[in-house]
């Protein structure tokens, strides 16, 4: 027996049963259920213009997420709420204050990305509270959100008017009753034209049905795999879908070390990390995709795709990160570089998954100053927000003193995998920190790695970029006179070619 997709949309449970299991949320809404207003633009979560808000139960309480409809599955919905465009305003007619401070701020001309853009809003303006955005909280609500002929400057103004405007409430006691009312006590299996979807809900659900069905696809958040059927119309097999295991996203701190649960969202991740990691983080996590990628896709799919232009493997290889990994044999651990074996090629046993991620946290300094430690991860790419990194760069050292006592040094984008520079980290160590050590450090990079040259960057500029960031390192940690963060940041001095 198949179950049946139930989720709340436009004040009713709707059930789908004969859906295709990767027939995408975006086609549903314009094909099946003609609700036209969210666009289609690119099919692959880049332009926004697809943008709805998803309100689920995670640990009992609800969350309302934007999230790209393009490239998430329709069965990823049971047990959930969905909003669109057409949820906005009131059933009378009268605009959302979103809606309306676009209106007057003239923030939509052609008006195809315009839907997207009142979906983003309306997320922050739930998640504001009555509270008004800073500069930066707007940018991140709207970094995923591409407009080719209006321009920013009235959609921003428009994000600061939507909060002046008379408030209106949303019920989320009413809106967490439903979902209870939907929740499923155990794993559902949703089947058509053959393809099984399950949806396991407890770990142990989860290792019972990927032993079962070993070569079936685990999903997360869809941000890759939503796009192997919108862009390389791959047909999918089985799929075990990941997101309604609570378990899965847990995030606790315990001895020295944060450990994520895999199915914890990027947005979580990193915002758990940033208490520990203020500094280096910081940065990262803002450029990290868009706020609806991040919101979608998962720390544990980030690290288990293995992309060698991933942005969090450098960083998690170089402070020392480890993987937890559960199958029906048990849990075994291991340094997440032990992980990656080649191109796409991880050390994923038949019927294993990704658990967790343990992350160690920075540890107290010597009292005496003797001995302190310098981490930071760097990111190239032709644009700030929302793009794929040609290099991606990571440095934890510890000092004894003047001599470098350990170096961990990780690239992106320079090898097959995400890859540490072993020649240049035995060079390190002991060496003074000095502009000596750096120049024999750089040249011996090339020895370390061999880049290719694609469409993000030349093998000439990776090399040399990466180079450059071990410098630009070297500036930031160098004992005297010592540059801080905003000192060597092209962004921040307005340089942008």
């Not at 995923?144 to 209106?168: K, Q, S």
């Not at 396991?200 to 049905?209: H, K, Q």
């Not at 001995?371 to 050292?397: E, G, H, M, N, P």
């Amino acid at each position: 027996m198949s179950d049946p997709i139930r989720f709340y949309y436009q004040g009713a449970v709707h059930e789908v049963r004969d859906a295709a299991p990767t027939r995408t949320v975006l086609q549903h809404l314009r094909e099946d259920l003609h609700c036209t207003g969210t666009k289609e633009g690119c099919a692959e979560g880049d332009c926004g213009a697809c943008t709805v808000v998803v309100g689920s139960l995670e640990h009992g309480s609800l969350t309302m997420k934007a999230v790209n409809a393009c490239i998430q599955f329709l069965p990823t919905l049971d047990g959930k709420a969905l909003f669109s465009v057409e949820d906005v305003a009131a059933a009378d007619g009268a605009l959302h204050p979103v809606q309306q401070a676009l209106v007057e701020c003239h923030g939509s001309q052609c008006g195809f990305c315009t839907p997207g853009f009142v979906m983003s809003l309306w997320g922050m303006y739930l998640k504001q509270e009555g509270r008004q955005p800073t500069r930066c909280q707007v940018d991140d609500a709207l970094s995923g959100n591409l407009c080719r002929c209006t321009g920013y400057r009235p959609i921003i103004e428009a994000a600061y008017r939507m909060g002046e405007l008379p408030p209106v409430q949303f019920d989320r006691a009413a809106l967490v009753a439903r979902l209870e009312a939907l929740k499923r006590p155990s794993m559902a299996v949703y089947e058509a034209a053959g393809v099984h979807f399950f949806a396991p809900r407890t770990l142990d659900e989860l290792v019972a049905v990927r032993a079962a069905h070993p070569a079936a696809l685990l999903l997360a958040g869809s941000t890759d795999i939503g796009l192997w059927v919108t862009k390389q119309l791959r047909t999918l097999g089985d799929i075990i879908y990941l997101g309604h295991i609570d378990a899965l996203k847990t995030i606790a701190e315990d001895a020295g070390q944060l450990t994520i649960g895999a199915g914890a969202s990027l947005e979580d991740a990193y915002a758990a990390l940033c208490r520990h990691y203020p500094g280096q983080l910081q940065d990262m996590w803002q450029r990290f995709a868009s706020l609806p990628i991040r919101q979608a896709g998962t720390f544990g799919g980030n690290v288990a795709n293995g992309s060698p232009i991933g942005d969090s493997m450098p960083w998690l290889i170089a402070v020392g990160a480890r993987l937890v990994l559960r199958s029906a044999q048990g849990e075994r651990s291991m340094p997440l570089e032990d992980f990656y074996l080649g191109y796409q090629k991880k050390d994923l046993q038949p019927g294993e998954f990704v658990q967790a991620v343990q992350v160690p946290l920075p540890q107290a300094e010597a009292a005496d100053g003797s001995r302190r430690r310098q981490f930071r991860t760097y990111k190239l790419a032709k644009r700030f927000d929302q793009d794929i990194s040609a290099v991606c760069a990571a440095f934890a050292f510890e000092f004894d003193g003047e001599r470098i006592a350990g170096a961990r040094i990780a690239f992106g984008g320079m090898a097959a995998t995400p890859r540490r520079a072993s020649l240049t980290e035995a060079f390190l160590a002991g060496r003074a920190w000095n502009e000596d050590t750096v120049k024999g450090a750089m040249a011996l990079l090339a020895d370390d790695y061999a880049p290719l040259s694609d469409m993000r960057a030349s093998a000439a500029y990776r090399m040399k970029a990466a180079q450059n960031l071990l410098r630009r390192f070297w500036y930031e940690t160098r004992h005297d006179d010592a540059l801080a963060p905003g000192d060597v940041n092209a962004f921040k001095h307005g340089v942008t070619a």
